[in-house]
């Protein structure tokens, strides 16, 4: 009983704070090993669009396909960053390029090959989006469903 | 547990106290898994035989549950996480886990050079062959180092980190010492910067300290009580071509077989990780050759010897996963590949020391408007991975009647060639198609053929060859509704034989899905194992939320995921997951 109380009671505790999220201080390199700081980046673009995904997650590949087809048309019309972080572990990591190559996917992707950011970020599914306004946190988003990018793209063109 | 809840509510208390103020970032997640185990008329009744000296416990109910909170400010972070286990964990969760309160907490300072670390932390060293500390919930793994870390950047092309402390080993830690130290050089960074290629060369080391005092010497006269583990890599990028080698080296160390020390049998043991591709717009293959020869390394020597802790993927320091391709349904994941890194000598020719073989990826898109491409592009993806016994002498030398009686005066050893390949122990050759056919409808087109040899990959007898093949379509209905199918068939000649599945799943709204799939056994020998593993479910995602319910039943056997397997038993039951993270 003592145990249900004590969740009970840090369950509480942890819905009363609604800070507003900031990306960690944490580097991250691309399949080349070139490093990129998140925090830094988030400063030096206003708006950035985080994906998490994986090269076996079949929804992660519907998402990144679907925004694939109107990524050109978004780009134009508004002003905005897209990284996609990949999960993959050393099992699955070398497959990364050459399924971004095969799918023709243009974003900016970074590995996240032991899941440190993945943790730091507490996302606990993949697919999961995140879009970043000056250094904030402003939406967050779990799973993908075939029109899911229809709402990213009004959240983009709020906020721009 | 008293102290442990001091700790959390002073922790909690002081983060309350500062979210409202600037610069202070608190974030978390929760995650809760509840499982209602029933009777099921047909698999039997529930029966919690996985707690091995507990017989007879019939808690129903079960739940997992994961709170993690992070407070930063500047460059100071902390975190801790809790779990809690309730009334007892999950069926297929460590009998140790059986508890509540604080799984890892962590300080750390990070400037742009320097990352310090006082704790619970997580990293990996070159592919993990010789190190990894990582979480994952699904399979119960969580082998994080409580101790210290310190990661050194004096310039862009180098970077040190070492670390010392125990492993993680449910709400306590290993009984084994564990101390590291890895070095990541970019040698065209130091040489020339400005070069359009890139060579990398990593070092790592790490070691396990143990006391030997319940070993008999006088059996064991070469075991240390530091079993050393050295790895060293080079890769190299150059616009669209990549390679890259690594290999590791570990000290003796004393061979468990069958949950049992060997004495006598002090062997060290070696890995190689062979990797190249090319990658360009439109296509990409890549290419690995592995060979390991007794590469378990574990925090604790006891560990394989304890099935409390050996059968649920605990105290292991390195990560050796299987290198196929990760299977996305039902039916391509009933033979499925568990690497084999350690050693069993049955026979002299049933035994196994370790595993050689490969894996091959292509990627390619057929343009659009091309003839194979259609009007939007066709994707296909082939994947071939083969893996194979060493070959080489075991032999096993008895001056007794029974091999596996420990007191009786055997003599186990084994002598590896380096190349030659043994044993069949898997194949699998997959293929898949994805089209887009129209704005509104998608499909998805696989084929998979296995050889499986369970004689060797699960230590029982005989050898499978399955064939499946899986047709998946998406079809958008607008305002966000879509409905999605799979039918799968699976042919084998042998073990369950034949199988039937399909999967409908309906997206009422962008919140709200449902969805219901079976699998049917319907070419199972024995007619009382013809069954139906059916399930249904309701899940609301809003935002970073998710909430999902299902019910039915849990085919049993290895579940395995990202590389790493865990046996869960078959059960029926109704299921509510919920995830959130803020």
Redesign the interface.
Known sequence: MK??I??F???F??????????L??MDLKD???K?TNLKEFTEDHSMVVVSFWA??C?PCI?EL?AIHEVYEEWQDELDFEFIAISTD????A??V????????WEYNILLD????LK???????IP?VFVVKDGKVI?????Y????E??LYDILTENN | MKKQ?YI??LF??S??TF??EKN????????SNFQWYTNDKNAGDFDDNFSPGEAGIDDHVRSN?Y????Y?YG?F?AGIQ?E?Y?PRPLLNYSPYLDD?GVSTFFVNY?TDKLDITGGNF???F???IIF?S??NRQLGINNSVRGARVNYKPM?ALEFTAFYGRQKEAFGVSDGDMFGFNSEI?LTDLLNKDSES?L?LGLSYVGRSESTDSFDMDLNPDLDDITHAVSARL?Y?KSNF?GSFEYAFKSKDIVVMNQNFINGLIKDGNAFLL?M?Y????????W?LRRMENMSFYSERSAPTNVNLADFNMDIVN?I???T??Q?YLLTNIYVYQAQPGVSIITEERSKAGEIGHQL?????FKKGSSLGGKYGT?I?FNVASWYNLSGDYSIQSEGEDILDPSDDTVFDYDTDFFDLGDRYFTEVSFEV?KKFSKKLSTIFTYVDTFYSKEFVEDTSGEVNADVVVGEA?Y?LG????IRMELQHLWANKDLKNWAAGTLEY?IS?RF?VYVSDMYNYGNDDEARQLHYYNAGV?Y?K????IGTNFGRQRGGLICV??VCRFVPESNGLTVNI????
């Open positions: 145990k249900y004590i969740y009671i840090a369950l505790f942890s819905t009363y704070s609604f800070a507003q999220k900031e960690p201080n399949t080349k090993g490093v090269t076996w079949g519907k396909d572990d050393s099992r699955t070398r497959r390029q050459p399924m971004v190559n095969g799918h023709e090959s032991n899941q440190n943790q730091a970020l507490n996302v606990n599914n999961h939406y967050s988003h779990q799973g469903k075939p029109g899911d229809e709402e | 809840l959390a509510a909690l208390g983060l309350t979210a409202q202070h970032n608190i974030s978390g997640g929760l995650e549950n709170l993690n909170l992070r930063n460059k972070t809790g809690f309730l509540s990070k997580y990293d990996q070159g592919s993990g990894r990582w979480e862009d970019s890139s990398n890769d990028n990549y990797n591709g990658s360009q717009k439109g296509f990409g293959v890549d690995t990560y996963p299987a290198l391709k990760q996305d990826d292509l990627f390619y898109k994707k993806a994805r998406t958008k305002k966000g509704k879509s997206n962008p899905t899940n995602t935002g970073a939320t998710r990202g590389g995830t959130t993270s803020f």
